[in-house]
């Protein structure tokens, strides 16, 4: 559902501004917060309703930008160089998905087996593919000294 103002932004901020000016020329002594909201019982319903909608949508507008761009950075923190092309959550065996970095051996195993079925022919051009067998084996091979251990360790980060 997108809202879509009956009147423009810079209306109703010029429309504001010049209820504001009156308020402060009729009521000079009057306290701001008992001025403003005098001011927002005299004026019209619809214009309040209108005004009210449009600083929630700027301010919902300012926090979902906000959240995407944080969740785009913490995803493109989460690739390292060489492996871009593997999905945030790999899916495994019994429909579940694990995040990459905290996948052992055994599951970047069932991630390779699972993407390999599913792409058959195209599994050669398979980028993620190419780069989940990469870090299964240097995780199998890290696994022999240390049962347990997950992508995300033996590239060195701290999740």
């Not at 010029?14 to 009156?22: D, M, P, Q, S, V």
């Not at 930008?65 to 690739?79: C, G, L, P, S, T």
């Not at 390999?116 to 780069?131: F, I, M, P, T, Y």
Request: glycine residues 8%; positive net charge; proline residues 4%.
């Amino acid at each position: 559902m997108v809202f879509v103002p009956t009147t423009s932004v810079l209306e109703l901020d010029r429309t504001a501004a010049e209820l504001i000016e009156n308020g402060i020329v009729l009521e000079p002594d009057l306290p701001a917060e008992i001025l403003a909201d005098k001011l927002i019982d005299e004026a019209e319903p619809a214009f309040i309703a209108e005004l009210g909608r449009s600083l929630i949508v700027g301010q919902w507008t300012k926090k979902i930008r906000a959240a995407r761009a944080a969740k785009a950075v913490k995803e493109a923190q989460a690739r390292p160089k060489g492996f871009e092309h593997l999905p945030l959550r790999i899916p495994i065996y019994g429909g579940k998905k694990v995040l990459w970095y905290k996948a052992n051996a055994k599951q970047l195993g069932q991630f390779c087996s699972i993407r390999s079925r599913q792409h058959g022919s195209r599994k050669k051009n398979d980028l993620a593919l190419k780069e989940g067998r990469k870090l299964r084996d240097r995780v199998r091979k890290r696994s022999k000294l240390h049962r347990g251990i997950t992508a995300g360790e033996v590239l060195g980060f701290e999740w």
